[in-house]
């Protein structure tokens, strides 16, 4: 998103209520409706939702969880997913009304907004398209690429990249061992390490 819009929106958004929440807190369930539109000012939140066998399953991490509460705003589609604090994070929250009617005395904000949604779930198709055309090693080295790439204030472990490619934990530990093997990482403890990134991205057959 560009700066300038950026700050356009923490101005708005500056006025209203700031949420705080702990690592680790659920902070919105299935079938609960956010109370407005929410905006990021630090931390990280995790998109996820559980099968019938209990399997938990990542569809994506927000720095900007305005994305997706627009949504919802603006469709009134029921919330089917969990929202998890991944890091300590601080949430300003306007509601949808005041929101919606700043975006249509703004409209560079908005466009930009319906540009950034929009590529958002570009990316989404992408990383959907590349796991299911790839085997577990190709899906492990993808995620490891993509997370590394972006990661910031939050540990990566084996559970996560297990519940982003919907394999089991213990295949995520052989696919890592693999790559540890092989050179193209160093897996410590809720950090890895990138040695070879060439190696890696052909690894995951991703561009």
Not at 117 to 137: E, Q, V
Not at 175 to 191: A, D, F, R, T, Y
């Amino acid at each position: 998103m560009e700066q300038i819009i950026r700050k356009k929106l923490e101005g708005f958004f500056c006025d209203y209520p700031l949420k705080s929440f702990k690592k680790g807190e659920i902070i919105l369930r299935p079938g609960e409706e956010p109370t407005g539109v929410g905006f990021i000012k630090s931390g990280y939140i995790r998109l996820y939702t559980v099968t019938e066998s209990g399997q938990e399953i990542t569809m994506e991490f927000f720095k900007p969880l305005l994305f997706l509460t627009t949504i919802l705003a603006l469709t009134s589609r029921e919330n089917k997913f969990y929202f998890e604090a991944i890091t300590p994070v601080e949430i300003y929250e306007a509601p949808n009304k005041e929101f919606l009617e700043y975006l249509e005395k703004n409209t560079d904000v908005a466009q930009e907004l319906n540009k950034n949604i929009m590529t958002a779930f570009l990316d989404l198709m992408d990383n959907t398209a590349n796991l299911l055309a790839g085997n577990a090693y190709s899906r492990v080295a993808m995620m490891v690429y993509s997370l590394t790439n972006r990661a910031e204030g939050f540990g990566i472990t084996h559970k996560l990249i297990a519940s982003l490619t919907g394999l089991t934990r213990e295949t995520v530990t052989l696919q890592m061992i693999k790559l540890e093997k092989q050179g193209l990482i160093v897996n410590k403890s809720k950090s890895i390490q990138v040695i070879n990134k060439e190696k890696l991205i052909k690894a995951a057959k991703v561009t």
